[in-house]
């Protein structure tokens, strides 16, 4: 197969084509952001402290921009002190694969904080029933008015 069949418009993929569109559809994107999360220096402007050393504001779990951090160090190294120790981190709204799945676990294990909330999985449960009914409602709606207005010249 030609590199330009895949690039021609209007023309239908063949199954195989189709198949692997499909899959890097899902792949790419996954991978793009394993390699954001997992790759040292492509993606890490934050810093995780590991050890706070001297610098008596840090904390054990804390995230800060990677200049502040070369700073801190940079100013207990000069005063003879211990400097804070720490990995490069991206930033909070972007965790990394495994702690998403980890926090999923997590969060499918763990009972509601209320006594009456609901658990994951009815969450999960109720959003999809509302999902559901709303394309159902709107579709009775949608279609029958779609049907109309195509029966009529502009």
């Not at 070369?70 to 909070?92: C, F, L, S, T």
């Not at 969060?107 to 959003?127: E, R």
């Amino acid at each position: 197969m030609t590199r330009a069949r895949w690039f021609q418009v209007l023309r239908p993929l063949s199954p195989h084509a189709r198949l692997v569109a499909l899959c890097l559809s899902f792949v790419l994107p996954v991978l793009a952001w394993c390699i954001v999360s997992y790759v040292p220096y492509v993606w890490h402007p934050q810093v995780y402290i590991t050890n706070p050393g001297s610098v008596d504001y840090l904390q054990p779990g804390m995230r800060m921009n990677r200049d502040a951090f070369a700073d801190e160090v940079k100013d207990a190294r000069e005063n003879g002190k211990e400097p804070p120790q720490g990995y490069p981190a991206n930033p909070i709204y972007l965790p990394a694969p495994h702690e998403v799945l980890q926090a999923f676990y997590t969060a499918f294990k763990t009972p509601p904080a209320a006594q009456d909330g609901d658990w994951l999985h009815q969450s999960l449960w109720h959003s999809i029933q509302i999902i559901f009914w709303g394309f159902f409602i709107s579709s009775l709606i949608g279609v029958p008015l779609g049907i109309l207005c195509g029966s009529f010249r502009g």
